[in-house]
């Protein structure tokens, strides 16, 4: 069983609309991360957080230690934000990060 | 500044043959880390490297797979004896340090093997 789900498996929203994806995870962490990877593209980096909430433009990134659970919202989407979205976890004392198996978002215009 | 490079960027093989992927990290970032995506899953660890310390190996699938991180810098990933079903895209991250998976990791573009 995986240890990190994320939903939903897919998303098609329409150009403007604000896009909510969910990641939980079975036990405590040291971090989380979300990542992006573009199709045919290398994976980039959007937010690492252990506690609370990060905003980098349009991209905000909650984390509920408590209910062990994180969200990354996209504000006024564009098509340009169509990728597939990681979540991924970090473990205290072990290096490994363990992935979900990705959102893949796609923004119509 | 550069970021993470690997080489090459596409290989193709045929099974049976030994393959190496080459991985470039940022200048100054002591961890590194193989990861292995295959076709339609998700990114599967495979190997880290602190500094000097050794390896963690845990995540490689068989004996085939082997890595080796030279001068604290540039790492090669060994493939002997490929199968199909190694047929994946190999992706090498690094990061400043290590702590227990609580660092920003900056990932380079992935070589993607193909096994005939």
């Known amino acids: 069983k995986n240890e990190v789900e994320q939903s939903p498996q897919n998303l098609t929203a329409q150009e403007g609309e604000f896009i909510t994806i969910n990641c939980s995870y079975s036990?405590?962490?040291?971090?989380l991360h979300w990542l992006q990877q573009h199709p045919g593209g290398g994976i980039v980096s959007l937010f690492m957080l252990s506690s609370g909430k990060k905003k980098h433009g349009r991209l905000i990134a909650t984390i509920n230690i408590q209910e062990k659970h994180s969200s990354l919202h996209i504000t006024a989407s564009h098509p340009r934000d169509s990728a597939v979205y990681i979540c991924a976890v970090g473990w205290f004392g072990n290096e490994k990060l363990t992935f979900g198996t990705g959102t893949r978002l796609t923004i119509i215009p | 500044g550069a970021g993470v490079s690997q080489s090459p960027s596409n290989k193709v093989t045929e099974k049976g043959k030994d393959v190496e992927l080459r991985c470039d990290p940022i200048?100054?970032?002591?961890?590194l880390y193989w990861y292995r995506q295959s076709l339609g899953q998700g990114l599967e660890f495979l190997i880290y490297f602190q500094g000097n310390s050794a390896p963690d190996k845990s995540g490689l699938p068989s004996d085939r797979f082997s890595a080796e991180r030279t001068g604290g810098s540039v790492s090669t990933l060994t493939i002997q004896r490929t199968q199909q079903e190694d047929s994946a895209v190999y992706l090498c991250?690094?990061?400043?340090?290590?702590?227990?998976?609580?660092?920003?990791?900056?990932f380079g573009p992935g070589t993607r093997l193909t096994v005939l």
């Open positions: 991250a690094s990061s400043l340090r290590s702590s227990g998976g609580a660092n920003e990791q900056f």
């Open positions: 036990v405590g962490i040291s971090a």
């Open positions: 200048s100054g970032h002591t961890a």
